[in-house]
T-cell receptor, first 114, second 109 residues
């Protein structure tokens, strides 16, 4: 079975650009999460979907970050416009749907904004 | 909001020594997971243990639900165990994941 896949693995953007990160959850999983990971802040939740419905939008990240789940097997995270402080690793995770389930993480997208 | 505290923040061992990592959380967990992340690598689930004791290989996790704490014991550490160990709490009502800041483990040969 394929795990969580994320593309691209690396992205370099200039300040002000729009970038779109992609995630495919484990087949059959109903919950999908987007996280940002930095050394200073650790892991921060950006968005949480259950059965394609947005359950949590990460509060502070509403402004320039928008996650969408177009269908049960594909999600995007758009950052518009990018800023240098957005440089981080963006992780996507999925789980079957019951809160007790294990979460599975993708390899992440390493974003550098110049 | 929910808090997950991990200790120690970092740990240095000689190969062969045992490690004990702690995780304390502020509200009831429906799931408690330990993840491993190698330097620059992705997150790998080690153990899912909302209560009781679980073993896998050289790893043992003990979660005491009523006391809102969990531990991860690594026996006979190896240099390849070096990395960051994260405790992840799933809220009982919300399903939301909260991550600890991790314990950075370095095992020297």
């Amino acid at each position: 079975d394929a795990g969580v896949t994320q593309t691209p693995r690396h992205e370099v953007a200039e300040k002000g650009q729009t970038i779109i990160l992609k995630c495919e959850p484990v087949s059959g999983h109903n919950d999908l999460f987007w996280y940002r990971q930095t050394k200073i802040q650790g892991l921060e939740l950006l968005s949480y979907f259950r059965s394609k419905s947005l359950m949590e939008d990460g509060g502070a990240f509403k402004d320039r970050f928008k996650a969408e789940m177009l269908n049960s097997s594909f999600s995007t995270l758009k950052i518009q416009p990018t800023e240098p402080k957005d440089s981080a690793v963006y992780l996507c995770a999925s789980r079957l749907g019951v809160n007790q389930d294990t979460q599975y993480f993708g390899p992440g997208t390493r974003l550098l904004v110049l | 909001g929910q808090q997950v505290q991990q200790s120690p923040s970092s740990l240095v061992l000689q190969e062969g020594e045992n490690a004990e990592l702690q995780c304390n959380f502020s509200s009831t967990a429906t799931q408690l997971q330990w993840f491993y992340q190698s330097p620059g690598g992705s997150l790998v689930s080690l153990l899912s243990n909302p209560s009781g004791t679980k073993h896998t290989g050289r790893l043992t996790s003990t979660t005491v639900t009523k006391e809102r704490r969990s531990s991860l014991h690594i026996s006979s550490s190896q240099t390849t165990d070096s990395g960051t160990y994260l405790c992840v709490h799933t809220g009982a009502n919300t399903g939301k994941l909260t991550f600890g800041h991790g314990t950075i483990l370095r095992v020297h040969p």
